[in-house]
Nanobody, 131 residues
Framework: QVQLVESGGGLVQAGGSLKLSCAAS????????ITWFRQAPGKEREGVAC????????YYTDSVKGRFTISRDNAKNTVYLQMISLKPEDTAVYYC????????????????????????WGQGTQVTVSP
């Protein structure tokens, strides 16, 4: 049974840092995209960062570039999201999602932030950034 478990959320002041973890079980993460999404109250779920587990290729949404870093430890089946210089607008529930890379690839490109393409989701972890 595929399981994704997020951890590391919490309350932090603006300018602070947090590191989220996504531990995967029930499958080996080779040839998967593992993506962090977030959803703030009243807003749509937004793709934040994605990593290709086969070659480590990464994608970031513009609002987090330079502040967030996604990484993976394939031996531990774990993906991390290091967040620095946090802003109040980063406040959201952060979800980890995973699925096969091939589901996200068409017309010669990867489209990593299409949430409906992902079959596997974690339960989410709350990140709150105070002003």
């Amino acid at each position: 049974q595929v399981q994704l478990v997020e951890s590391g959320g919490g309350l932090v002041q603006a300018g602070g840092s947090l590191k989220l973890s996504c531990a995967a079980s029930g499958f080996t993460v080779d040839n998967y995209a593992i993506t962090w999404f977030r959803q703030a109250p009243g807003k749509e779920r937004e793709g934040v960062a994605c990593i290709r587990t086969n070659d480590g290729g990464t994608y970031y949404t513009d609002s987090v570039k330079g502040r967030f870093t996604i990484s993976r430890d394939n031996a531990k089946n774990t993906v991390y999201l290091q967040m620095i210089s946090l802003k109040p607008e980063d406040t959201a529930v952060y979800y980890c999602a995973a699925d096969l890379l091939q589901k996200l690839y068409y017309s010669g490109y990867y489209f990593p932030f299409e949430a409906p393409k992902y079959d596997y989701w974690g339960q989410g972890t709350q990140v709150t950034v105070s002003p």
